[in-house]
């Protein structure tokens, strides 16, 4: 099959590039992109490791062709921080201690950060349904739910500081 | 609440970690983020049979492919005599199958592709005709007389048998068994696992043509110990051989075999002249690296009416796949099984360990544990359980009239560990404080009149960790002490460089913690670099939780040694006799007059600029530590669970883990590692196995069929700790990255048991799924 261009934005920048159509998201991203936050950690789109927001909406991208996401936009770990400044659910992750090996972690804080989105205040139950299709083999998760709520609670804060 | 924590000691301190920096912003750089120039890429195929003769193998269409570089097979790896390879536990294991394939997923030929897409596609054209032969997969008839001979490669195999290990005393165990009054047994089969860590395994080999340097990056959780053995293997030279693992994405043990891949990538790499990146799929990963367990144990208390324990029987059979691949202390054949007396004052114990080969994949790592202690830990603790009811005990109370007291440590137990020290009772008090044991059991009695099933399952644990005293622990020869080498620099930062090596335990943190409490250099100052044999000192790596009581002590003794150093240095710009130096913290101040001062700092830059003539320059230092004994790390835990009386379903309802480590140096940390490790006590009773058919196909081998638990799945922990410190490490401090996977399972299954105990169930084997639990019910109510 022939190769075929597309066109993404990533992390907010244009990102263009000739693909075969067969090559996964996930792949396009580490290796045509070179970002490497993106993760790979089973072949059956069970881990998670290499969840990435499509259009805002947390995917598999071990579960889509590149060419899938073309015209689209993508946000990958690297992506959550902007302007220097670290994305609350990261620093949530460092301040609950969220994290071991570190290797879900990408996965598991763009759930959290799409989350948010959606839903300001999430109790332990909603965080523990959001992450459910990802695992984590260090944590227990625990400390996950923790992590996504001190980032809740953070969000909040400069809400309200912003309004006020 | 800033101000008090910024007071406190170093050590006892939640520091926030290091290395969560890099990792929060995508930056970590494992293994498959290294990319290197002209760098090829290996693929493996693996045997569909677990057993068969290898007819032939035709290469030429994969050989065809554009972008193929080169097909490997076991007999272009047996001219340059690397076929096979040996075990970490002095057996031998196939790189690349030559006669007949053991297992399924055996490797029989690699590809190596200018892409990795490239190479998974010439794996398809790779036509192998095999004869199957007959398999064995069940340990127990694999020791049977006539099984066929799965090891025949060796010649002098002539069954199935890989070891036969005692520990104990048969005899007085016998005698003790005759006066007993109550005998309890349970057979129980610890099931087959995987570690999974989320990473798989990999390695880019980089052998340059050049220099023959050979440069090989590996998800290694003990890189010394690995260079060494492939200088063995390849008669490489070892100083030419640099092994770095970089971040590593979990390993609970499954990263510490030798893997062919690792051996192949290599060769092909010298073979062709460039870089050449093995990364493992899930498949691989499950279906053919280290898996853990297998177990089938019989086990036999003897116990006086009153519950005085007076004897331990247990005969244990080891299923280790088609190679004896632990990685095994060479004098304890079934690794520190024998521990199996746990945290009881047993009179008397003897041990039958034996080893078979099937047709599995082989293994036998201690995922997340000591050398099988979770296994030992599990028996000793379902037996107690079982015996309490025999006796109509309280468990804990029968627990508790056994403990080793506190007055007896060191307490030297029948099959040979020397406990350093413990406070049984104690940590068990708090757990069933904490728990509201007893409103539990009330409730429990409540529940069972209107039909409903609560369960409450405790386990009060001893581990044996940090392996280990020299006389006694090695890994094919190489002593198990670790090391640590500080340099600290003439604007009094350090950087600590150690042989062990973290997959996720925060090494970076923790340990730039004891060179802080001990010499005052804060943590943000102090870089811990570990994985690079070229820039560390000599080590045996992380696992069995032994980086704290090695490596943490080989760091504090280093951190002595240099303050020692800097006392003199001190003595020399405050122009003072040493003996009139008082440490404090962070300087040496002249005794009476605290003004008088030299921060670590102050000596760090004289010491490089002013130090006294006679002495050499500088403030380095290096440690190899060998400790005087392993470390004996404790706790209870208590698990009440409720079952649903219709369809065998359960649900944890309560976890209380209550963990004593000695002195914790980052009690946040810690934490972390407890709660981890839970959830893989809770994984193996609740879910996880790996399963064979009667062919050998493996039943687990993608993470559909292998279930792992999500957040949804897994219950919240509730952590308490009691501190008795290890008497002989320099900071009173024990292992604990794997008392929770060590200590929990038991404790779960004791609790699905407990609320089915007064149908007079008595076993239920892990995991102890919901169907397995609804046919004890049945079996239970029908007889």
Redesign the interface.
């Known amino acids: 099959m022939e190769n075929k261009t597309i066109s993404v934005t990533v992390n907010g920048g244009s990102k263009a590039s000739e693909v075969?159509p067969?090559?996964l998201l996930v792949h396009w991203i580490?290796e045509a992109l070179g970002?490497?936050?993106?993760?790979?950690?089973?072949?059956?789109s069970?881990?998670g490791?290499c969840t990435v927001l499509l259009d805002g909406t947390p995917v598999k991208s071990c579960t889509m062709f590149a060419v899938q996401a073309d015209g689209r936009e993508v946000t990958?770990?690297?992506g959550?921080?902007q302007g220097g400044k670290?994305h609350p659910v990261?620093?949530g992750?460092?301040?609950e201690?969220g994290?071991?090996?570190?290797?879900?972690?990408?996965g598991m804080?763009l759930l959290g950060a799409a989350l948010l989105e959606e839903n300001p205040d999430p109790s332990?139950e909603d965080?523990?349904?959001a992450?459910?299709?990802?695992?984590?083999?260090?944590?227990?998760?625990?400390?996950?739910?923790k992590s996504v709520q001190w980032a809740a609670r953070k969000a909040a804060s400069e809400q309200s500081g912003v309004n006020a | 609440m800033a101000v008090e924590e910024k007071e406190m000691p170093w050590v006892g301190r939640s520091v926030?970690?290091k290395?969560?920096?890099?990792?929060?912003?995508?930056?970590?750089n494992?293994l498959?983020?290294i990319r290197l120039a002209n760098m090829l890429h290996m693929a493996i195929l693996r045997s569909p049979f677990a057993h068969a003769r290898i007819e032939s193998i035709d290469t030429s269409a994969a050989e065809a492919v554009e972008g193929v570089v080169a097909v490997v097979t076991g007999e272009l790896l047996a001219e340059h005599k690397l076929a096979w390879m040996p075990t970490l536990s002095g057996d031998t294991q196939a790189v690349l199958a030559t006669d007949k394939v053991r297992f399924q997923g055996q490797e029989v030929a690699c590809v190596v592709a200018t892409d990795p897409?490239v190479a998974h596609d010439a794996l398809e054209l790779i036509d192998v005709e095999y004869e199957p032969l007959p398999v064995v997969v069940d340990p127990k008839k694999a020791v049977e007389d006539g099984a066929p001979i799965i090891r025949d490669d060796k010649e002098d195999q002539k069954d199935n048998r890989i070891y036969h290990w005692e520990a104990g005393d048969k005899e007085s165990t016998d005698r003790a068994f005759s006066e007993a009054d109550v005998v309890v047994e349970l057979d129980t089969h610890y099931p087959r696992s995987h570690?999974?860590?989320?990473?798989?395994c990999g390695c880019i080999a980089d052998v340059n043509p050049a220099t023959s340097k050979t440069m090989i990056y590996m998800t290694s959780q003990a890189p010394h110990a690995i260079r060494t053995v492939f200088a063995l293997v390849t008669g490489l030279p070892e100083q030419n051989i640099q092994i770095i693992s970089p971040?590593?994405?979990?390993g609970?043990g499954n990263k510490v075999p030798v893997y062919p891949g690792y051996v192949v990538a290599t060769a092909a790499s010298l073979l062709i002249g460039q870089p050449v990146k093995w990364?493992e799929?899930?498949?691989g990963n499950l279906a053919s690296t280290g898996f853990a367990r297998d177990f089938h144990m019989h086990g036999e208390l003897a116990l006086k009416q009153d519950g005085t324990m007076l004897g331990l029987r247990v005969g244990m059979l080891s299923d280790q796949g088609y190679a004896y691949a632990d990685a095994q202390p060479s004098k304890f054949k079934a690794g520190l099984f024998h521990v199996v007396t746990g945290s009881y004052d047993m009179p008397a114990a003897h041990v039958v360990t034996d080893g078979a080969y099937t047709n599995k994949a082989p293994g036998g790592v201690a995922y997340r544990c000591s050398f099988r202690i979770t296994e030992a830990s599990f028996l000793i603790e379902r037996l107690v359980q079982n015996a309490a009811y025999e006796l109509g005990m309280e468990p804990v109370e029968l627990r508790r009239r056994n403990f080793v007291r506190p007055e007896q440590f060191p307490y030297t137990s029948v099959t040979g560990f020397v406990y350093d020290s413990g406070e049984y009772a104690k940590a068990l008090d708090v757990a069933l404080e904490k728990s509201g044991y007893e409103q539990l059991r009330a409730e429990q009695e409540r529940l069972r009149a209107e039909g409903r099933l609560l369960g409450i399952g405790v386990a009060s644990f001893t581990e044996a960790v940090g392996a280990g005293p020299s006389r006694d622990y090695d890994i094919l020869g190489i002593k198990m002490f670790d090391s640590a080498e500080l340099r600290i620099h003439p604007t009094g930062k350090a950087i600590l460089k150690l042989g062990v090596k973290s997959?996720?335990?925060?090494h970076e943190t923790t340990f730039a913690q004891i060179v802080a409490g001990e010499l005052g250099i804060p943590p943000e100052d102090v870089t811990v670099q570990e994985g690079d044999t070229d820039n560390t000192p000599y080590g045996l790596g992380t696992y069995a939780s032994r980086s704290t009581p090695t490596g943490g002590a080989a760091t504090a003794v280093v951190a002595r040694k240099l303050r020692d150093k800097a006392k003199q240095i001190a003595a020399h710009t405050l122009e003072v006799s040493a003996d009139d130096l008082e440490w404090e913290g962070d300087r040496f101040y002249v005794k009476g007059a605290p003004e008088q001062a030299a921060t670590i700092q102050d000596i760090a830059f004289a010491a490089y600029t002013n130090h006294p003539q006679g002495m050499e320059a500088g403030l380095e230092g290096v440690t190899y530590y060998d400790p005087p004994n392993l470390t004996y790390p404790f706790g209870t835990y208590v698990v009440a669970v409720e079952v649903d009386a219709q369809t065998g379903e359960w649900k944890v309802r309560k976890v209380v883990a209550v963990d004593d480590c000695g002195v914790r140096i980052n009690p946040?940390?810690v934490?972390?590692q407890i709660?981890?490790?839970?959830?893989?006590g809770f994984a193996m009773s609740a879910m996880q196995q790996i399963t064979f058919d009667e062919d050998g196909n493996c039943m687990g081998s993608?993470?559909?069929d292998y279930l792992?638990p999500?957040?949804?799945e897994?219950p919240?922990?509730e952590l308490h700790a009691t501190v008795t410190p290890s008497p002989h490490h320099p900071i009173g401090a024990k292992g604990v990255g794997e008392s929770a996977t060590v200590g929990s399972p038991a404790a779960f299954a004791n609790a699905v048991v407990d609320a089915l105990a007064h149908l007079g169930v008595r076993n239920i084997d892990m995991p102890l799924t919901s169907g397995k639990v609804w046919e004890a019910m049945q079996q239970a109510r029908s007889s």
């Open positions: 075969e067969r090559r580490r970002l490497t936050g993106t993760h790979v950690g089973c072949d059956t069970s881990c490791a990958t770990v690297e959550l921080q670290l990261q620093e992750f460092k301040e201690h994290l071991q090996c570190g290797f879900c972690t990408p804080m332990e965080v523990r349904w992450i459910s299709g990802n695992l984590c083999r260090c944590t227990g998760y625990q400390n996950i739910v | 926030k970690r290395e969560d920096d890099r990792f929060v912003r995508g930056g970590g494992y498959d983020d897409y570690p999974a860590p989320l990473e798989c971040d590593i994405g979990g609970f990364i799929d899930r498949t997959q996720g335990q925060g946040m940390i934490e972390g709660m981890g490790g839970l959830t893989e993608n993470f559909i792992l999500t957040a949804w897994t919240t922990f």
